[in-house]
């Protein structure tokens, strides 16, 4: 077993100057003296293990990227949605590649490199950046800082509407030694912006030795509307750890999407901050799972303010030898009266090898307010499953059909098109492949 | 086309077909009627292969194959359709979805190339007119949301785009105000023809004004009681269930 | 509402919370080896059981006070509890009523707990636990034709050592966690009942606890043993008296139902809460859980409205194909009390079925979670689960919480969650009080209505008696 955080801090980035120097030395002084076992005891991570992280040497950060044509095509043929309908932002290995994406942003819309903002836009990031983390300061917000080599500030000016979405590709490949990749986005919208931003994990087909760690912040000023697509398909041996923060300011609304096929390790925590009265999030998300995968999704949404609304529904399908965790919290501080706040989690559980964990939770501080959370897992119903039979369809196309339905149901919540339909081919695809191999949790 | 002999079947354990006996020839329309509660409906799903209902004796052949040895899925593939009394809500599956599935899955038991998809969605927007249903509907979830006669039509819909050989409509009448009842009895009109059969489980009589009959059973605690023509069922509007537990 | 019914209300009374002016035996504040085989001497126990007590001691030793449950209070000096106190010439277990402290029969009476048979409720035998030992059970003789055993756990010890032996332990074992642990090391008395094969007891089981020695802890350990085929019907009791210094209440229930067996516990628990700005109340640290064999049938029913913290999760492991496990719950909180309360359902026999109903009410400046666990293993085919957790809050100072853990790993299980939260509305007390209701009569009202899928699963007698405990402990909670 590899002491992650012991070699991480032997190992530090080379030194860079200004701001990001800064950085990095603020969140050695957090890491010091921090083990991945002391957060693996933690209620936080009591049904995922860390273990994984320990096995490789992961301590380092990637070596330059390999040949960009290659990927190109890689990317041009599987990744997201059609390049020609976005505004494109390529990473690779944690790194931006300005060959693969668009540099120039869309008017309105600023694009500022981490390592090349200065003045006003090194201004705007030292003054959000990290703002919206968690309170307790996981110890992988400080890692993710501590490996930083670079990332993206992306501004939508006040009263903008994007006519196009933002498409961020976050891609990995397989290197000599295993690595680590940091990356951060800080989107802000000013006051009365619109935009859609659609992310994308993935990596290329070989045997993947990354462990992504990974920080998307949002910024959500006085009426501003954002959807928000995250969306998880790397290659299954890749580790992820990643959050998405949001703040959401007066009448802000925060439409997020967040889709996952399973990995080795995949977390990803969500913290949304309703923090402006009348803000409102909704959040859908689903996770597909099979063989040895392992998700976790952990979700907050802290009502700060009163006369706010959160809705969020997480939908899993979980077989094979797998295991999925969800964890969400509805906060409802005190005085957030007049709170509109609900929460569900369905899961179908369709091998007896996999297993589910689930936990809703509530804490409320004011009593003038609605809350509700229900969470099930269950099966497939054998009624409509027989119903299909018969009108001819087989045992497994049935079953692929249902479990399709039962999580295309959330993308009737989708405004965007183009993501939804994206995304129900990803599910689709997901479902015919896995309920055609044989025996497959039958 | 369909024979069944001596069929006796379980449900949860309870016995409730008790050996029954029925004969249907290619071409013919026939009616089973009977009180709540006499196997009505128990024997159009134990025709579809009902998981829960258990054949417990007896004999079903369907187009001269043993009936209990398929699967489900295989029954109506080989052209046996049952219209649901209750048809099943299936959220976040499409009706163009379902039907489009379910049709190729038919197409490729013929050994027939599947549809390609403007032709179908042409072919389903016809069969919604045809019963009245705003073709809108295609879009929708199976069933979801839908009223009752909303749900009836629908069955009726997959029942014309299937073409099957032999088609059971279990209680498609209830809760239809007279027009609907037109409109369904069109579409099993439109159906009638020498190679196919149709079964209508019924409570009422009603039904039989707008498609005929060629012959009426009368269905009691398992098994059948009397048969005879349109005039059986007329004589039943009369006298009420209670005059055959009288005669037997 | 006006400001003088409101003050009314506030300052009603904890009406359990008188002392008993009598002399006790009670050991010196502390805890070694030797305070254990003092209590053991005491009650004359065997070697075998000294030595678990030791086990249990000495594993208690390396735990640490758990701190993952939502209440807070400051750390327990556990050396300045004293953990044996007796009324005096008690000691020896409880003999004929007549040779009882009238003082004590007094005390149940005024508690509403008359000991002597001819002035008991009718149909209930009771056992009545004073302090560390149990002074007197009644209808034994009744209860000894149909074969039931029902008596203290220290005279069954001596009586039914075998049977003892043979059960204790067996369902919270000595580590289970570090109050259970303390207990099994400390345990002075409780009650102990066994269901002989196919009878089902003639009576409802009643043990009435009473704190009343001040610096005391209670350490009360159940014993409940439901033969095959037997049925049975329990219920406790309990108070203390008003004190500011919190006393600590940590008891073990253990309960055993074999094959085809039904057991049915219900607790009416009415620890003084504390004064209303929370000094003082009771520390009730709880380990209750019952152990279902094939076809056998384990239900919880509590209504908890004393106590300054509860913590407890009355718990099923459905051990045996077609086991029930059912979980009925009423927690009411007010001024500065803390719950964190809830159950546990272990689903390892195949179509086992569990059900959890919890109905939380906040009032004052107090917290309220439940916290509740529903696991069904890979080999717990046809499991089911039902759980519903509604929380009440009375008033914007207060919080409720829900912490459902669901643990699944079988592909024919159905677990089903869901909570939902609401308030005594402004609009429901206007209507209630144009049509002429006081606002208390009108928040009792709704709450009571809130809890009645819970209070139908009481026996008849103590539904009536929790609805009246929830309308006191409200008192107050109205502004």
Redesign the interface.
Known sequence: MFDYIGHTLQNPLPVTSGWLESLHQKARLGALGRKVSDESATESWKYSSLCALEENNYATTAKPDPEPDLLDKTLSQTIGIDKSNAHNLVFVNGLFSAELSDVEPPPGVEFVRFSHAEGQHLTSINASLGTMADKHQSIFRVLNELHLKDGMYIRVNKNVELDKPIQIVWLTTRQAQSYTVSSRVLIELEPGSKAQIFETFTSDDAQQNSFTNNVTELLLREGAYLQHFRVHQEQEDALHIGAVHADLYENATLKSFHLALGGALKRVDVAVNLLGEGADSEQFGAYLLCNDQHMDYHTSTEHFVPNCTSNEVFRGVVGGRSKAVFNGRIHIHPGAQKTLARLSNKNLLTSDTAEVDTKPELEIYADDVQCAHGATVAQLDELAIHYLQTRGISRAKAKALLSYGFVAMLLEQVPEPVFAEHITAIINHYFQRHYSEEGCDE | MLTIKNLQANVEGKPILKGLDLEIKPGEVHAIMGPNGSGKSTLGHVL????GYEITGGSIFFKGENLIEM???Q???NGL??A?QY??E????SNM??LK??VD??QE?KGEQPMDSVSFLRQAREMYKQVDLDPGFLKR?VNEGFSGGEKKRNELI?MLM?QPALAILDETDSGLDIDALQVVAEAVNSLRSCERSIVMITHYQRLLDYIKPDFVHVLSDGKIVRSGDKSLALELEEKGYGWISEVE | MSKQALNHIINNEYAAGFVTDIESDTLPAGLDEDVIAFISAKKDEPEWLLQWRINAYREWLKMAAPDWAHVNFPKIDFDAISYYSSPKGMSDGPKSLEEVDPELLATYAKLGIPLHEQEALAGVAVDAVFDSVSIATTFRSKLAEAGVIFCSISEAVKQYPELVKKYLGTVVSQADNFYAALNSAVFSDGTFVYIPKDVRCPMELSTYFRINEAKTGQFERTLIIADEGSYVSYLEGCTAPMRDENQLHAAVVELVALNDSEIKYSTVQNWYPGDAAGKGGIYNFVTKRGLAHKNAHISWTQVETGSAITWKYPSVILLGDNSIGEFYSVALTNNYQQADTGSKMIHIGKNTKSTIISKGISAGKSSNAYRGLVKVIPRASGARNYTQCDSLLIGDTCAAHTFPYIESSNSTAVIEHEATTSKVSDEQLYLCQQRGLAAEKAVSMIVNGFCKEVFKELPMEFAVEAGKLLEVSLEGSVG
Request: glycine letters at 10%; a neutral charge; hydrophobic letters at 45%.
């Open positions: 579809a292969g009902r998981p699967e489900t899925e029954r109506a593939r359709f049952l649901f048809p099943v299936i959220p976040g599956v979805e379902f599935a379910s899955a038919l038991h979830g997959q299937l």
